[in-house]
């Protein structure tokens, strides 16, 4: 099965508090234990870079490109048809959202993601975001 990884699941691995570090890496190892391949997305790679980037930065960023290139991790480029999608899902998809607030589009990054992860062939969608949760196209699981 090939996970796509959510970049909040890779900014916990490389550099959450202790435990969320912990628990992220426990169940990235569990998946990959069981066979399972991951994959992240260009984009996950400049979201996670954005903070990191700049002077004093050079153990971080060593952190984040260690993963970057590990051994069991694609990095995939979004296409036309991730974008296509992206904007489809834009358009048709929203989060819930607790009364009187109305339900919200998905933004840009969360819809390219997950077309991203859908047009690449990914299996599932991992994420801590609850609000993900309920998308259909994809299976999306949420970190234990």
């Known amino acids: 099965m090939l996970y ?40 996950t790679r400049t979201e996670c870079l954005v903070p990191v980037i700049g002077q004093g930065a050079g153990q971080r960023l060593s952190d984040f490109f260690r993963f970057f290139h590990g051994p069991n991790l694609r990095t995939l480029t979004p296409t036309a048809a991730a974008f296509a999608r992206a904007s ?11 009364p009187p607030a109305q339900p919200r589009r998905y933004g840009l990054a969360d819809a390219l993601h997950l077309a991203t992860a859908i047009e690449s ?4 969608f991992l994420t801590n975001d609850n609000q993900l949760t309920g998308f259909p196209d994809i299976t999306v699981e949420q970190l234990p």
């Not at 890779?10 to 069981?34: C, F, K, S, W």
């Not at 062939?121 to 599932?124: I, N, R, V």
Request: aromatic share 10%; charged share 15%.
């Open 4 to 43: 796509y990884l959510d970049t909040v699941i890779v900014i916990y691995a490389v550099e959450g508090d202790p435990a969320t570090q912990q628990r992220a890496l426990n169940y990235l190892a569990a998946l990959e234990q069981a066979g399972h391949r991951f994959a992240i997305s260009e984009l």
């Open 121 to 124: 062939g990914c299996d599932a």
């Open 88 to 98: 489809a899902i834009r358009s048709g998809h929203t989060y819930p959202a607790a």
